[in-house]
């Protein structure tokens, strides 16, 4: 079931409501060459995408189907410099595809997804790996783990309106060194598939963001640290932890 939205009234922009009883906390993203901002909705995580990174977690390769994590809007920077967090538990760096939906949607069909796609970022999912292990042990919730603030740095968004990527380099350097090193051909379960996947369970609307996964070599982040990550096709991203 597709919404029809049309992008070009979405980057224009639209009046918002101005009787709330407070004002409320917007979040948003910059695309690269592009004037306006895109309000940010929803943030889903999938897990598991890439088989060699489950192969280093210790984990099943699941094929069957997807299981989806969330963070808050909040964990989204594109700042350079970010604080490195209290607590950091093992702080470790995840670099991936994110995916921007431009249109409205629920149930979307497999070969209509690539219309709901706005455009792509290069991020990095900064996990707590030791709360996470924690709350895994427990069978509870990684929210903590995942969730805090500026715990997904994003570039600036590229506008790519219905471009389906299915290949394409992904990188990630620490201080130098090279990390991570991939390909996005390599997902279990690829853009499309998540889309419809997780259209069939809510509706997903312009402005939601989809972390699709990482490749084997998330490794440990200390404070000073420089990760440079990078997506062909997609751009660039630096954090500097202060």
Not at 46 to 56: D, F, L, S, T, W
Request: proline share 6%; aromatic share 8%.
């Amino acid at each position: 079931m597709t919404y029809q939205v049309n992008h070009r009234q979405l980057l224009n922009g639209n009046n918002m409501k101005d009787n709330f009883l407070f004002k409320p906390k917007n979040h948003s993203i910059k695309i690269l060459n592009h004037k306006n901002d895109i309000p940010i909705g929803k943030i889903f995580c999938v897990g598991r995408n890439y088989p060699k990174h489950a192969e280093e977690m210790n984990e099943p390769i699941e094929r069957d189907e997807p299981f989806f994590f969330s963070k808050p809007p909040q964990s989204i920077t594109q700042e350079t410099l970010i604080s490195y967090p209290n607590n950091p538990n093992n702080l470790q760096h995840e670099v991936e595809l994110v995916v921007v939906i431009g249109l409205e949607g629920k149930e979307i069909q497999l070969k209509e997804s690539y219309k709901h796609i706005l455009g792509y970022a290069v991020g990095i999912d900064l996990t707590k790996r030791e709360l996470q292990k924690i709350a895994k042990a427990n069978s509870k919730p990684w929210d903590l783990s995942k969730g805090f603030d500026n715990s997904a740095p994003i570039s600036l968004m590229k506008l790519n309106q219905n471009i389906l990527l299915r290949e394409g380099k992904i990188e990630l350097r620490l201080n130098g060194s090279i990390k991570q090193s991939g390909n996005i051909s390599e997902m279990i379960w690829p853009v499309d598939q998540l889309i419809s996947y997780l259209s069939n369970f809510i509706t997903l609307y312009p402005g939601d963001i989809i972390f699709t996964g990482t490749p084997a070599g998330v490794g440990k982040v200390l404070k000073n640290d420089k990760i440079e990550a990078w997506i062909e096709g997609v751009g660039n991203l630096e954090v500097i932890f202060n």
